[in-house]
């Protein structure tokens, strides 16, 4: 762990000897910053987790920021909190996501004395201005932010309340609190603008043009090759936020009025108003037409010619306070008022996921080669931002996923989230491939055919929708299911099986949708589903599995053991086994051909909530207790188990890769042959 995995017993002897001091001095040596959490109960969750999980830690000391993190939610810390102590210690290269938003984030605490008003990255991306309340504004390389800034901008007369860099990365311009408008070159830092506009609150800049935007409800436009002024008044209320591209100009008022500008007719036009208060606007550099809206209640995103609300979206949370656009106008971050940033895709139209890392909100906010985000907690922070992928490794849905399953061919992870929402990942990149939309209750189940080109999806909206992996064409939707469905399988490529609340099994034809058949005889919900073999098996709340012959359309064998609903089942890749998961806490193994009950071991303190084959010899099983175990398909005996720290719907694996749902909208990944690997027993 870079410096922190060879001396875990150097940090638990220190606990133990010293107490908190001696962690403190620990972390020193190993030049990390000073814990900020000087609590005993801090203390008492880093002792109780290093001593619960020492024979882990020992043959994976990796792990460490996995085991402490249940202690830490169990000692009382909250995800702010949670981000400050990681904050203290390197962290590994985990392709793991927590809650607490493990980046590779580079800090500018040391620097950063007072709380930050304004950010802004350069167009390259390679550096990065940031103005505070005591120091004014500075300059820093991106890729040293813990060094000496590269340059202060001098002669400030008041604080700096918004920043931009000019397109080509040679001047950047500042709008200050007592209306002062300055531009300086970069990187001689020579003043090359200075202007008098009072109550300036926002500024943006083009090749031609910048424009400012004043508390008193003006816009100013400034030629910047002939040095001509001019301005749009009579705005509803103080501009919070304006943009310019080529010779048009946007402004947004506090009140939610939302005005278009063009700069070489003086022609001007309001789009519409918004219910306020705003915060943020910025146009679509692969769409002229379009603009982006944050404030409190959402964000929008607008098209002007003519004027049309073509998305909005609340927030998930909390209020928003802040956005700032990626660079090629595909998504966008917003600061939220409880500290988190919202990660949104305006292609997809939906919330990608939330960012935790600062103790107080995030006021300020830009984007270049990575997210930059500053706030009244006296840090600056970057965030990773090459793909959907959240900083520390996993996937991300914006509510709990309830399913997750790899392509035959392991090229596609397959995702479905109570939302609604079903996505297609590479697991090898983690990039997101598709969005499918469609379904407006919970999805509780996916399954591809055996060739990877279908992917079928059942949801609480009572249909099954069969989609074309490749997307080239719109899905098939089934509704004959008169009650929710939570389950699906294909039994060939040219037949799909659904079960639900209705207690019975369905066959589809792939192709046109005609039903084929219907199984029935559990006495309650089938609730989960699995082929193999040996034929099909389904699991109910009745607490019982069946095992049938889909040809004959009979039951072959009963299961019966489980004293509460059968969650999810699985079969041996060799057809003898299949395995069991309920809500009674126990997994249970079984003899395919007899239906005699070979193991049953209370896997989870909670209720089970997945399980898995993992190959022929191991199972995967996890529960709303946090926990993945594995187990030995032979004997039931518990492998290895490691703590996620919170609680857990989904388990998928295929040749040694995993996928684990989270109730937090995390698709964890793990490969056994990556970092970190499943810790031995």
């Known amino acids: 762990m870079r410096g922190m995995v060879p001396t875990l017993p150097d940090l638990d002897a220190a606990l133990n000897t010293d107490g908190l001091p001696g962690a403190q001095q620990w972390l020193r040596r190993h030049q990390a910053r000073p814990m900020p959490l000087d609590t005993q109960a801090l203390l008492d969750a880093l002792r109780d987790a290093l001593r619960a999980h020492a024979s882990l830690l020992d043959a994976s ?18 995800p702010p909190q949670l981000a400050a102590f990681y904050d203290t210690v390197p962290l590994p290269p985990l392709r793991l996501r927590f809650p607490v938003a493990l980046a590779d984030r580079r800090i500018l605490t040391p620097h950063i004395r007072s709380a930050v008003l304004a950010l802004a990255s350069a167009p390259d991306g390679q550096s990065v201005a940031v103005s505070t309340r005591t120091s ?14 590269m340059l202060t901008l001098a002669a400030q007369p008041s604080l700096a309340r918004a920043l931009a860099w000019s397109p080509d990365g040679q001047h950047i311009f500042a709008a200050h609190r007592d209306g002062t408008v300055l531009g300086w070159t970069v990187p001689e830092g020579e003043t090359a603008l200075s202007l008098s506009l009072p109550g300036a609150s926002s500024c943006a800049a083009s090749a031609e043009w910048l424009v400012v935007g004043s508390d008193h409800g003006t816009l100013h436009a400034l030629d910047r090759a002939a040095g001509a002024q001019h301005a749009l008044s009579g705005l509803s209320g103080p501009i919070v936020g304006c ?68 998305w909005s979206a609340s927030p998930v949370d909390a209020p928003l306070l802040s956005g700032a656009l990626s ?22 139209q939906s919330h990608l996921g939330v960012f935790w890392g600062h103790q107080r909100p995030a006021a300020a906010l830009t984007w270049g080669e990575r997210i930059w985000s500053g706030g009244s907690d006296q840090s600056v922070r970057a965030w990773s931002s090459i793909d959907l ?18 392509s035959p061919d392991r090229t ?110 559990h006495t309650h919900w089938v609730r989960c589903c699995a082929l193999g073999a040996a034929g099909l ?51 249970c193994i079984w003899d395919l051909s007899s239906g005699a ?45 490691a703590p996620l720290g919170r609680a857990l719907d989904a388990v998928a694996a295929h040749q040694g890769q995993v996928a684990v749902g989270d109730r937090t909208g995390n698709l964890w990944l793990l490969d056994r042959s990556g970092a970190p690997p499943l810790p031995s027993a």
């Open 389 to 406: 992928r959240t900083p520390g490794g996993a996937l991300l849905h914006a509510s709990s996923v309830r399913a997750c399953t790899f």
């Open 412 to 521: 596609l992870l397959a995702s479905g989230a109570r939302d609604g929402a079903v996505r297609l990942w590479c697991p090898e990149t983690g990039q997101l491939r598709h969005h499918l939309s469609g379904h407006t209750g919970a999805v509780y189940d996916v399954a591809f055919s055996p060739s990877g080109a279908w992917l079928a999806s059942v949801a609480t909206d009572k249909t099954l929708r069969l989609w074309r992996t490749d997307g080239s064409r719109p899905p098939v939707i089934l509704r004959e299911h008169a009650e929710p469905l939570t389950c699906c399988t294909f039994v060939s490529e040219s037949c799909v099986i659904s079960g639900g609340r209705d207690h019975c099994v369905r066959g589809w034809d792939v192709e046109h949708g005609a039903l084929r058949f219907v199984l029935s005889g």
């Open 243 to 310: 943009a310019v591209a080529a010779h048009q100009a946007w402004a947004v008022t506090r009140t939610g009025q939302v005005v278009t500008w063009n700069l070489q007719t003086g022609a001007a036009q309001e789009v519409c108003t918004l219910g306020g208060p705003m915060h943020f606007c910025a146009g679509l550099p692969q769409a002229p037409d379009q603009l982006v809206v944050v404030g409190a209640a959402g964000v929008a995103l607008l098209s002007t010619e003519p004027p049309v609300l073509r």
């Open 597 to 641: 009950l070979l193991q049953c071991v209370a896997a989870h303190t909670a209720p089970c909530a997945g399980v898995a084959m993992l190959g022929a010899s191991s199972i995967l099983s996890v529960g709303q207790d946090g926990w993945l175990k594995q187990w030995c398909a032979q004997t039931g005996v518990l492998e290895q188990s």
């Open 327 to 348: 660079p090629d106008g595909t998504r966008l971050v917003t600061g939220r008022a409880d500290n988190g940033i919202d990660l949104w895709s305006l292609e997809d």
């Open 61 to 78: 000391p990796e792990w460490l920021p996995v085991v402490v993190y249940p202690h830490l939610r169990a000692a009382g810390l909250r």
């Open 537 to 587: 098996l389904t699991g109910s709340y009745d607490g019982t599995l069946r095992l049938w012959d889909v040809d004959a359309q009979v039951t072959r064998v009963v299961f019966e053991h489980h004293t509460g609903p059968v969650i999810d089942c699985a079969l041996s890749p060799d057809g003898t086994r299949a395995v069991s998961v309920s809500l009674d806490q126990t997994l």
């Open 136 to 149: 004014g504004t500075r300059i820093w390389h991106a890729d040293a932010p813990d060094a000496d800034p």
